[in-house]
């Protein structure tokens, strides 16, 4: 059960790629509709917003996409061999471990952001 999900899930990850390329090069576009979406933000926040999304974008393509490509080499590797606790116990550690990454690189420019929701934007987005 364990090894079926895992090759599931790596298997979804592999043959994605061509899908992720294509929706990682809008992600920007993407973020900022859903942004929008959830806060209904002015022009100015809209700027802010792609900005700092931007910056982060940058960042992640460059300094993290490459960890991700040894990451899936690796999870691949494992793959070709019985599957262990200790494998499963790796990966979701891997995920983990790069999704801390891009919050904490991540989370002051959108403190900054959040820092200029009005209360009607708040609204918005409760309801």
């Known amino acids: 059960m364990v090894r079926l999900l895992a090759i599931a899930c790596c298997v979804g990850l592999l043959a994605g ?3 992720l ?3 990682y090069s809008q992600l920007d576009t993407i973020a900022a509709w859903r942004a929008n979406e959830y806060f ?3 022009a100015q926040q809209k700027d802010a917003f792609l900005q ?4 982060l974008h940058e960042w992640h393509r460059y300094e993290q996409l490459p960890d991700y490509a ?4 690796q999870t691949r590797t494992r793959l070709n061999k019985p599957l262990t606790r200790e ?12 999704y801390g990454t891009i919050v904490a690189r991540g989370s002051d420019d959108a403190a ?4 200029t929701v009005t209360p009607a934007q708040l609204d918005a987005l409760r309801r």
């Open 17 to 19: 790629c061509s899908m």
């Open 21 to 23: 390329r294509l929706g």
């Open 40 to 42: 209904d933000l002015d």
């Open 52 to 55: 700092r999304f931007n910056r």
């Open 70 to 73: 040894v990451f899936l080499a």
């Open 87 to 98: 494998d499963v116990v790796w990966f979701v550690d891997g995920v983990k471990a790069r």
């Open 112 to 115: 900054a952001l959040l820092l």
